[in-house]
């Protein structure tokens, strides 16, 4: 097997695995209680009627998901709360100046929007820009 031409990944590395962890994001968001209960269900009912489930384990099974989905709802609250917090923080920059840290785009902010990287401002010459670590706002 000659494993010697490889192609270059440069660039598309980050974007595969943005794309992968979104969609792991995504089957995990559709996991809910009534899809443990299915699970649980059948492993009942196809469970060896000569060594049945512990109900120790049973409990614990329980247990986990009532952990599992208290950590998604306080995630959930989370989300909106940072939500929230990138919404005053964008009102609060509409009119003002933005240069990027390398100082190759400046501008005055026209508009803000949130979006699933934070808050983009865009600029009254049509440019947008992420507000990240390094902005200078004035």
Not at 68 to 82: M, P, R
Not at 112 to 122: L, S
Request: charged content about 15%; glycine content about 8%; proline content about 1%.
């Amino acid at each position: 097997m000659d494993v010697s031409s490889t192609g270059t990944t440069t660039g598309t590395t980050s974007t595969t695995t943005a794309a992968a962890a979104k969609a792991a994001t995504s089957v995990a968001s559709k996991m809910n209680a009534d899809t443990f209960l299915t699970l649980l269900m059948a492993q009942l009912q196809n469970q060896d009627p000569t060594k049945p489930m512990d109900s120790t384990e049973y409990v614990g099974q329980l247990a986990t998901f009532s952990q599992v989905e208290q950590a998604t709802k306080t995630n959930q609250k989370l989300d909106s709360l940072l939500t929230s917090s990138f919404l005053n923080q964008a009102d609060a920059i509409i009119g003002r100046s933005l240069t990027s840290a390398d100082g190759l785009i400046s501008g005055t902010v026209q508009s803000v929007r949130v979006t699933g990287d934070g808050v983009m401002a865009k600029l009254t010459d049509g440019r947008e820009m992420l507000l990240a670590s390094g902005i200078s706002i004035s």
